[in-house]
């Protein structure tokens, strides 16, 4: 494909999203716009959990790297890791995608003319150099909203029905976009549920020790030594409901940065799409006469 030059005098290498979206590159089918193939996610969340507990591993002994390894309990903390890793895979891999939608907004797909009128004669123009610009307009979210628009204006010729298509389809992309955030959702609430429920275990635990103490000591020293022991299930109560809120808290704080990042790029592919398309229509004749 040919080098672009946009408006700004800088030379623009055109968009392919099958070589630059990040799962394409890894070999699985890329999801549309910023959302993410599950399995590609997942695959990376086995992967980070393997090298979290790898590195753990040789500090088990370790107060803080201990944690993930009760003997007593060790599938709690390994979900809540698990569920953890696969969140913050999702939100990488959603960076990775937003950052290449962002770079669609450097092109200018209108000539520089400051005259030029965008008109059913005109769009074929448009419409091929935004083919110059991407490989595939409809995977990135501005191209796909004004080439829908601009086939109707080729087929319909209606001027005034371009800026109205163009809202619709923004409406349809926030709502997209907030869809794409429903696993995540549900992880957040997912991973301090797991902590809780390793509490429960751990009390439960700790309570059927204490009892069994109570029940076969015969002196104080002996119910004093038999609680080291009790005090363990205590212990795995209270770190696992710590690794899920803290899991949680850094990985809502994360999507929430995201989130509002995605949000900003919506509203500059709004502002784009006014600045490129909506400013250089013109009401046709046969539209004027309709409207009087």
Same mark, same amino acid.
């Given at each position: 494909?040919?080098?672009?030059?946009?408006?700004?005098?800088?030379?623009?290498?055109?968009?392919?999203?099958?070589?630059?979206?990040?799962?394409?590159? %890894?070999?699985?089918?890329?999801?549309?716009?910023?959302?993410?193939?599950?399995?590609?996610?997942?695959?990376?969340?086995?992967?980070?959990?393997?090298?979290?507990?790898?590195?753990?591993?040789?500090?088990?002994?370790?107060?803080?790297?201990?944690?993930?390894?009760?003997?007593?309990?060790?599938?709690?903390?390994?979900?809540?890791?698990?569920?953890?890793? !696969?969140?913050?895979?999702?939100?990488?891999?959603? !960076?990775?995608?937003?950052? %290449?939608?962002?770079?669609?907004?450097?092109?200018?797909?209108?000539?520089?003319?400051?005259?030029?009128?965008?008109?059913?004669?005109?769009?074929?123009?448009? %419409?091929?150099?935004?083919?110059?610009?991407?490989?595939?307009?409809?995977?990135?979210?501005?191209?796909?909203?004004?080439?829908?628009?601009?086939?109707?204006?080729?087929?319909?010729?209606?001027?005034?029905?371009?800026?109205?298509?163009?809202?619709?389809?923004?409406?349809?992309?926030?709502?997209?976009?907030?869809?794409?955030?429903?696993?995540?959702?549900?992880?957040? !609430?997912?991973?301090?549920?797991?902590?809780?429920?390793?509490?429960?275990?751990?009390?439960?635990?700790?309570?059927?020790?204490?009892?069994?103490?109570?029940?076969?000591?015969?002196?104080?020293?002996?119910?004093?030594?038999?609680?080291?022991?009790?005090?363990?299930?205590?212990?795995?109560?209270?770190?696992?409901?710590?690794?899920?809120?803290?899991?949680?808290?850094?990985?809502?704080?994360?999507?929430?940065?995201?989130?509002?990042?995605?949000?900003?790029?919506?509203?500059?592919?709004?502002?784009?799409?006014?600045?490129?398309?909506?400013?250089?229509?013109?009401?046709?004749?046969?539209? %004027?006469?309709?409207?009087?």
């Amino acid at each position: 494909m040919p080098r672009l030059t946009s408006s700004s005098s800088l030379t623009l290498e055109p968009l392919s999203w099958a070589r630059d979206d990040i799962e394409q590159q %890894m070999l699985f089918r890329g999801g549309r716009y910023t959302r993410v193939n599950s399995w590609c996610s997942f695959a990376l969340a086995v992967l980070m959990t393997c090298a979290f507990y790898a590195v753990l591993f040789p500090f088990r002994s370790n107060l803080i790297a201990g944690s993930f390894f009760f003997e007593r309990n060790r599938e709690t903390p390994a979900c809540i890791v698990f569920l953890s890793c !696969w969140s913050l895979a999702i939100l990488g891999l959603k !960076w990775s995608k937003l950052r %290449m939608q962002r770079r669609a907004l450097q092109f200018s797909i209108v000539p520089d003319d400051p005259e030029f009128v965008l008109t059913p004669q005109t769009v074929d123009d448009v %419409m091929q150099r935004i083919h110059e610009c991407v490989d595939n307009a409809r995977q990135f979210v501005v191209f796909h909203r004004i080439t829908s628009a601009l086939a109707n204006l080729r087929n319909l010729g209606r001027v005034t029905d371009v800026d109205e298509i163009l809202r619709a389809q923004a409406e349809t992309d926030e709502s997209s976009m907030e869809t794409s955030y429903s696993l995540l959702q549900g992880f957040v !609430w997912a991973i301090p549920v797991l902590g809780f429920i390793g509490t429960v275990e751990g009390l439960s635990i700790a309570i059927g020790g204490f009892g069994a103490v109570l029940a076969s000591a015969s002196d104080f020293e002996q119910v004093k030594s038999s609680l080291r022991g009790v005090t363990g299930g205590l212990s795995t109560a209270f770190e696992t409901t710590l690794h899920g809120l803290v899991a949680a808290l850094i990985i809502q704080l994360t999507q929430t940065g995201l989130k509002k990042a995605e949000e900003e790029f919506l509203d500059a592919c709004s502002e784009y799409c006014s600045k490129h398309i909506v400013s250089r229509l013109r009401l046709m004749p046969f539209e %004027m006469r309709g409207d009087e």
